[in-house]
């Protein structure tokens, strides 16, 4: 199972960027998707998230200003950021929480290589 990340990049104060990650190999279904994120000197945090149902939940420093979605027929998750802050610059990471069709191969989650959101003041 790969995930492939993509759209970080530099950015102004309040403008806007959009990030996208696509999960391919064998399985069976994914059951969360997630955009996590992790600035310089800091512990990686968790921005978004949103269920194969669709309910969604972000960290209050984002809520209002970035808004997740995913597309379950083509594996893929999106993050949209508006409205960007210097202190939203960081490496971003998608996660996925996969599961196979053999019972025996339990739940596991996958990480995206990581892509950088730089915005400056």
């Known amino acids: 199972v790969q995930l492939q990340a993509s759209g970080g990049g530099l950015v102004q104060a309040g403008g806007s960027l959009r990030l996208s990650c696509a999960a391919s190999?064998?399985?069976?279904?994914?059951?969360?998707m997630s955009w996590y994120r992790q600035a310089p000197g800091k512990q990686r945090e968790l921005v978004a998230i949103?269920?194969?149902?669709?309910?969604?939940d972000y960290a209050d420093s984002v809520k209002g200003r970035f808004t997740i979605s995913r597309d379950n027929a083509k594996n893929m998750v999106g993050l949209q950021m508006n409205s960007l802050k210097p202190e939203d610059t960081a490496v971003y990471y998608c996660?996925?929480?996969?599961?196979?069709?053999?019972?025996?191969?339990?739940?596991?989650?996958?990480w995206g290589q990581g892509t950088l959101v730089t915005v400056s003041s």
């Open positions: 190999g064998g399985f069976s279904r994914i059951n969360t």
């Open positions: 996660n996925a929480e996969v599961v196979f069709s053999d019972p025996r191969v339990p739940t596991y989650d996958y």
């Open positions: 949103i269920a194969s149902g669709g309910s969604t």
